[in-house]
């Protein structure tokens, strides 16, 4: 490797005094001594340059090895910061991605939410209202006068159990009532609008049914062929429901044609 | 840079090094960018280039090949990189120069030195320190202790060219 340097002057026999003078370690008077040595041995002078070109080269050796590490611990930095600044792209985009779905299922869901709410309370004319009550016209029987009230009490007060709602009570006041003083249609009538309106469609029939039966013209068997009617819709007979409405529907006497007539062309009972 | 340029190139001489440090810093991006471009460089490749052409910088000041701060420092050193691959050096070799056999087998020797050696030297021929400071930094007990440490580095160093 060393062919082309010129050779070197050995500085070992020289080392220690060198590098005390160099370094400043010399007393004063050592140091005169040892630079009138410099001027008058050649061989000293000649490891002296030596030693000041290997310091030389030293210092410019450890410069450039602290530039090469520094540079590349900067280097290294760099490239961790650009990972980790990469990897922060990459988590918020992953973020704003799962923000992106989940807000769209949110909106997705509320939207359903919506949809199905409006679809289910809506009043709807495609749909008409399938419960026999939604047409259902009540009787509210004859008003209780003072005078009724004084010639029957009994039936007075079952009618008033009727109206304010109390049905079985009334039902059993209606009992006690003599079927003579008031007659048996007016009494099977009202048992039969009693029952009804109790929820209990299948009895109110087999009363309704016999006051219907009984005199086709009066106006109580009109009014009963109404009742009867919806009793058989309560009781999800459908079909015998249909053929009483349609019958009170047709009869331009009946007081609940109109309310017969809208049952029937709402076709509800026709569904089945 | 808010140092004026001819006063950068003298810090440099005398072993300040943030001016460069500084343009790796800034530079590495667009330099990258420019070698792939150019040269169709990986940009782990051209990192590497750049920290080499700096070191030739450092060096080409050091040894006083480089006297006066070029007007446009960001051109010399593009130039020097792309001469550094037209002349095929390969990574982490520096330029060959009129003087490079001595210093570069002082280099290779210095580090064949251990940890210890390479720093204490360091500390007191580039840095500068004196025994105290540079006992305080490594850990030794007083200034005596580093002097001799630094001594029995340097003779090993001159040993190891012998």
Redesign the interface.
Known sequence: ??P??PPRP???PY?DEL?RFA?G?MTPAEQEAFELRLEQEEDLADAHAAYEQ??A????????????L???A??ER?NERGTALARVEQLNQRRQRRWTVLGTLGALLLLAVGAAAWYFTRPSPARPARSWEAYYQPDPGPVVTPALLHARPLLSEALDQYQSGHYPAALHSLGRVSPTSVGNDTLLYLRGLILLRQGQGNAAQLYLRRVSDENATSELTRRARYHLGMAYWQAKELAPALTELRAVAADSLNPYRASARRAVAAGVLEGK | MSAPLAETLTQLRVGNQKFLIDFYQRSRHLFSRWAQRQHRLAPAQAHGLLQDTLLDFYDQVADGRITKMPDDLRAFIYGMAQQRLAAQVPAHVPLPAAEAGRRQRLLAQFNQLGADCQQVLTYFYFRGYHFEKMGGKMGFPNATVARLQKSACLRKLYELLK
């Open positions: 490797m060393s082309q340097t050995d500085l070992r080392f590098e370094d370690q290997l310091t080269d030293l210092r410019w050796a450890a410069g450039h090895d602290t530039l090469r520094r540079l590349q900067l280097d760099m």
